[in-house]
């Protein structure tokens, strides 16, 4: 009996032809070595599917288009022939499936007019996964790979169009970011995973029920991790219902002689490795950004955190919440965003000058980076908030208006009805809240400025759209706060009463899912602008982002996010405006504007130019 493990590829190939070895699938043999995805048309097609696989290069890596009638494949394996390389093939005719068969020698007077494509395979980074202790469950099981048909479309070419399929390998959590390290170095056997976490966020509803392969178990502590997969080929050969067509039958790949990390090798920097992050257990979601991004990030988030009130409110930091939050709304489609502190009650209007800049420069970073944006606020702040909204744009400080609309709690069922269409959960209207210098609810229902004085009477109930959203899946909620009494910080609250003054009195009992601290509230909102532009800068996370299609950011999309970076003066701006309808300043901490003047702070404005330094 033969051993596959002791057998080149090149034997394997004989085996193969042979028909006699039992070699069902390709998986778990001839381990370290590329292994390709084939698809075989006719000569006329032979260019728009070549345009199809550069456009969809993670599921279509091109290792080989051969000549008209060309069966051996010389750049990649010796003595071959794709007629009978692989254990099994399937035939389609006007696109349909209509038999598999264990070689293509009959089919040989039509091959003459038609031209072979040898696809990268995600068999050939196995053995870098277990040689990085990362279980490869399928072969564990001695399993095909599980596949699956996405709702993710590939990029059209030519005739062909088609939505991606995915392999997937249940990993352990704490294996994960040897898994995304091992497979991103290898890009020819489709590089890193296209999505990790739950399968339905790319349009798969039962793992046990895949489309080609076979099912594999998860273990505990699994977490499904999905790659791009050359059977996209296949779905691609259907798409475009040409009179004959052949590909591999999936799992029972073609086996070149070249290694996996040689054909496809790339140097990884330390500082360009893959790191991932989860952003939500329900669902559960995972993302990934390179180190320096990390790294850049991090950074970004050490400096807004400076307390130049010496307010103590380093004591309320959590580190990598800005991370989280920004690669949250990242991935994010729709995002409501509230601010509103009534600190001057006695004023009218009440608000102060912090929280509305930053609202406009996290709205403006989202709108670039193609986002809807809604803006929620007071009843009674509604028309002066459309106003400030309205003269932003005038002064080019944003590009686009931003809706402002109000909330009220009119019944039980109010802010389902709010978050969601015809108040069905499975509906949100958002994906992502975000809460900047807003007041948030303490323990008792009420609602108190850092001083302890109650402010309920000016404050809409605006928490109840982050406690409803909590229990709504596929809603992320990020609050932003300076002293532990906004929206969000509830998630900190515990630190908040035993660090903050009046901490236990004041403390917002609402958490959000991610709590950034600032020294400033308005530089939280500035962090994340700047954190944004940092990760969709990021190739890593950009490809992520897209599940490895389409192309990196254009020059000019590039230029229009730079430009919505926060300045100087384009806050002095913002403020300006501010004081137009009556808002002349904030809290003694807040270094925006003077009580009495409109000296735009000297700290403000270098926090402001260190942010761009760290950024740009």
């Known amino acids: 009996m033969w051993q596959s ?44 599917f070549e345009a199809f696989c550069r456009a969809n290069n993670s599921p279509l890596p091109l290792l080989y288009r051969s000549q008209c009638g060309e069966w051996s494949c010389p750049p990649l394996a010796t003595g071959s022939d794709i007629r009978d390389d692989c254990p099994e093939y399937c035939v389609f005719e006007n696109g349909v499936l209509v038999k598999k068969v264990p070689s293509l020698l009959s089919y040989t007077p039509q091959l003459q007019d038609m031209v072979t494509f040898y696809l990268g395979c995600s068999f050939g980074f196995e053995k870098a996964l277990k040689a990085a202790g990362v279980p490869v469950r399928n072969v564990e099981q001695g399993k095909n790979v599980s596949m699956y048909k996405t709702t993710v479309s590939c990029i059209k070419a030519g005739r062909f169009y088609c939505p991606m399929v995915v392999s997937m390998r249940p990993v352990p959590q704490h294996k994960l970011e040897t898994a995304t390290q091992c497979t991103h170095a290898i890009p020819l056997a489709h590089g890193g995973p296209v999505h990790i976490g739950d399968p339905k966020l790319v349009g798969i509803h039962d793992l046990s029920q895949p489309d080609y392969g076979d099912p594999v178990e998860m273990c505990p502590g699994d977490v499904p991790v999905f790659w791009a997969c050359g059977v996209t080929g296949a779905e691609a050969v259907q798409s475009c219902k040409s009179a004959l067509a052949f590909t591999h039958s999936p799992g029972c790949m073609f086996l070149t002689d070249q290694k996996a990390e040689t054909v496809s090798p790339v140097a990884l920097k330390p500082t360009e490795c893959p790191l991932t992050c989860c952003i939500s257990q329900n669902p559960q979601h995972y993302s990934m950004a390179s180190k320096s991004a990390v790294q850049q990030i991090q950074a970004i988030e050490e400096l807004v955190v400076e307390d130049p009130g010496a307010r103590g409110i380093r004591a309320l930091f959590v580190q990598d919440e800005l991370l989280k939050a920004c690669l949250s709304l990242s991935h994010s489609s729709s995002v409501l965003i509230t601010t509103g502190f009534p600190t001057h009650y006695m004023h009218n209007p009440p608000e102060e000058t912090d929280g509305p800049p930053g609202t406009i420069a996290m709205a403006a970073m989202l709108q670039a980076l193609d986002k809807e944006v809604v803006i929620v606020t007071d009843e009674r702040a509604l028309e002066m908030n459309r106003h400030i909204i309205r003269d932003a744009v005038e002064k080019g400080v944003i590009k686009t208006a931003v809706p402002v609309i109000s909330f009220q709690r009119k019944g039980p069922e109010s802010a389902l009805h709010f978050l969601c269409r015809d108040g069905d959960p499975t509906k949100p209207r ?101 954190a944004l532009y940092v990760l969709n800068l990021c190739p890593l996370h950009c490809r992520y982002l897209q599940r490895g299609l389409g192309l990196p950011p254009t020059p000019e999309q590039q230029s229009i996010w730079t430009a919505c970076l926060p300045t100087v003066a384009k806050e002095e701006d913002v403020l300006h405006i501010l004081v137009k309808y009556g808002i002349r300043s904030g809290k003694t901490a807040n270094l925006g504007l003077e009580v009495d003047g409109l000296t735009f702070h000297p700290y403000h404005s270098d926090i402001i130019r260190r942010l761009r330094d760290l950024t740009l």
């Open 5 to 48: 493990e002791s057998l080149s590829p090149r034997a394997l190939r004989t085996v193969i032809r042979q028909q006699n070895g039992g070699i069902r699938n390709t998986s778990g043999i001839a381990a370290g070595y590329q292994q390709a995805n084939v698809v075989i048309l006719h000569k006329s097609l032979a260019n728009d």
């Open 430 to 530: 958002f994906d992502h809240l975000v809460a900047i210098e807003r007041s948030g609810r303490a323990a008792d229902g009420n609602y108190y400025n850092m001083r302890g004085i109650n402010i309920k009477h000016l404050v809409d109930p605006i928490d109840d759209l982050f406690t409803t959203a909590s229990v709504i899946s596929g809603i992320t909620t990020t609050g932003i706060g300076d002293g532990g009494n906004e929206l969000g910080m509830g998630k900190v609250q515990a630190a908040v009463k035993a660090h903050m003054p009046n901490g236990s009195l004041i403390a917002c009992n609402v958490a959000a899912d991610f709590a950034i601290t600032a020294g400033v509230s308005n530089w939280g909102g500035y962090a994340v602008a700047c």
